[in-house]
């Protein structure tokens, strides 16, 4: 009996010659306030636009909800508590093929305290 042979098309495909590798700025920004994070946004856009690059974005993530519950009272009023949360916007701005002067601009930009921004190349 023979056994026949199982071929997989698992196979590693190679890039086309007319591909090209095209990098990438991404930067994450979150903060607390829903209006200061879209405020530094735009001056981040405007900055970008400016200097003649390319913008995908902003694209906005879930927002991430801390929930903290807290007795009222330390001793006897164990029911009786209360429940605080903390919300976190953020949002992703990816930049095509930037150039020096971009991240130049990006990294001497003054944003308001409360946001905070990641940068990754890709």
């Known amino acids: 009996m023979a056994t026949k042979s ?6 590693k495909r190679s890039k ?7 990098a990438k700025l991404r930067i994450r920004v979150h903060a607390y306030e829903h209006k200061l994070l879209d405020a530094s946004l735009k ?6 636009n ?10 906005p993530l879930p927002t991430e909800i801390k929930r903290y519950t807290v007795n009222r ?9 209360e429940q605080f949360e903390m919300r976190v916007h953020k949002r992703v701005i990816d930049i095509m093929n930037p150039n ?8 001497n930009l ?12 890709i």
């Open 6 to 11: 199982k071929s997989t098309s698992t196979k």
């Open 16 to 22: 086309k010659e007319g591909d090209e590798v095209v």
């Open 43 to 48: 001056q981040i856009m405007d900055t970008v």
């Open 50 to 59: 400016r200097l003649d690059a390319t913008i995908v974005g902003p694209v």
């Open 73 to 81: 009272a330390p001793f006897v009023f164990k029911d009786a508590r």
């Open 100 to 107: 020096q002067k971009v991240v130049e601009a990006l990294t």
């Open 110 to 121: 003054s944003l308001p305290s409360g946001v905070s921004i990641d940068v990754k190349m």
